[in-house]
T-cell receptor, first 114, second 112 residues
Framework: NAGVTQTPKFQVLKTGQSMTLQCAQD?????MYWYRQDPGMGLRLIYY???????DKGEVPNGYNVSRLNKREFSLRLESAAPSQTSVYFC?????????????FGPGTRLTVT | DAKTTQPPSMDCAEGRAANLPCNHS???????VYWYRQIHSQGPQYIIH?????ETNEMASLIITEDRKSSTLILPHATLRDTAVYYC?????????????WGAGTKLIIKP
């Protein structure tokens, strides 16, 4: 049981390049999330998927697209990377059990755009 | 926008109780308070959550004021491994469609 996995762990892009961050979870959770975390700040929600087949914008969606490929996988795409997208990206998944809505996080992808 | 405010940093002596405050004065009646922590730059880790009653688990206790405008996370016997950034978070949404609204967190340093 690996929990939430993310690939790659590190990535350096040049301005204008594109890439896809991959996320997978093996806990059979319905909901999945993509966050970014800039230095010294809390997490900001980029996009989320409440269930398979649905995606919604979060707080900072501009410059990103997502795909909920199936229940396990949720990818984040940067079509034309910009230096402002240099950040650590976290994927998370969750399920609502009673009142508990614990989110489980992956290890993060550290992205630098030059 | 963040719905919580926390002090940016706190110190606590090893073995003592660490009390981390959080203000959430605009919280709505059905919105839960969650606490997570982040050690170094790892993925955040869930600690505890509550609505209006005090809660306790194996990691911590959560005290929510009667008016629900503030709360305190208590780590009863802090160890050096509890050094981390602690986030007080409000859960918004309904009908299974939820989001966590994160603040900037409190950097807790446990000193020997």
């Amino acid at each position: 049981n690996a929990g939430v996995t993310q690939t790659p762990k590190f990535q350096v892009l040049k301005t204008g390049q594109s890439m896809t961050l991959q996320c997978a979870q093996d806990m059979n959770h319905n909901s999945m999330y993509w966050y970014r975390q800039d230095p010294g700040m809390g997490l900001r929600l980029i996009y989320y998927s409440a269930s398979e087949g649905t995606t919604d914008k979060g707080e900072v969606p501009n410059g990103y697209n997502v795909s909920r490929l199936n229940k396990r996988e949720f990818s984040l795409r940067l079509e034309s990377a910009a230096p402002s997208q240099t950040s650590v990206y976290f994927c998370a998944s969750s399920e609502l059990w009673g009142s508990s809505y614990e989110q489980y996080f992956g290890p993060g992808t550290r992205l630098t755009v030059t | 926008d963040a719905k919580t405010t926390q002090p940016p940093s706190m110190d606590c002596a090893e073995g003592r109780a660490a009390n981390l405050p959080c203000n959430h004065s605009t919280i709505s009646g059905n919105e839960y308070v969650y606490w997570y922590r982040q050690i170094h730059s790892q993925g955040p880790q869930y600690i505890i959550h509550g609505l209006k009653n005090n809660e306790t688990n194996e990691m911590a206790s959560l005290i929510i004021t009667e008016d629900r405008k503030s709360s305190t996370l208590i780590l009863p016997h802090a160890t050096l491994r509890d050094t981390a950034v602690y986030y007080c978070i409000v859960r918004v949404g309904s009908g299974g469609n939820y989001q966590l609204i994160w603040g900037a967190g409190t950097k807790l340093i446990i000193k020997p």
